[in-house]
Every structure is written in C-alpha cells, then in structure tokens.
C-alpha cells in the first residue's frame, strides 16, 4: 500500500474510532431507535386513517353518537366507534 493511503486511513481510524467518540455514537444510535419507535406508535394510532375506503370518517357520525372519550353533563344512546375504515 502506497504510504499517502496509509495515513489517510490511520487518520481516519484515529477519529473515527477513537474511544472518546464512543459515547456520541452510543446516544446517536440511541436517539434514532427511540425517535422511530416513537414514530411507529404515532403511525399506528387509532386516530390515523391508512386506507381510502371510508375518506371521510365524520360523515357516518348519527346526532345521538358520542364522539368523546369523556363526556361531562352529556349522555347519549350509543357510542361512536370506528368500525368502518
């Protein structure tokens, strides 16, 4: 190996892989796990519409329905859930 390859590679070693970079990449990595398992619970919510069958969800919503999770002072005849996409 010629000797301008070698030291190109060793300083890439010496900073990239030095031990005080450890923990940067440890939190990175950690960052990035926690911010996409946030992002596939967000996705897989209840309140998120995947599918085109039903577009408009707040049309099939009858006047005596509950839409809440908690109503105050209020009492209807049936709740509304989300059966139909």
Do not use: C, H
């Not at 085109?52 to 839409?67: L, R, V």
């Amino acid at each position: 190996m010629p000797a301008p390859q070698q030291n190109l590679r060793r300083s890439l070693m010496k900073n990239w892989f030095a031990v005080e970079a450890i923990p940067i990449y440890v939190i990175i990595g950690g960052v990035v796990v926690g911010a996409s398992w946030y992002l596939g619970r967000l996705a897989t919510g209840s309140q998120v519409v995947w599918t085109k069958k039903n577009p408009t969800p707040w049309n099939t919503i009858k006047q005596d329905e509950g839409t809440k999770l908690l109503t105050v002072n209020q009492k209807f005849e049936k709740s509304w859930s989300r059966d139909t996409l």
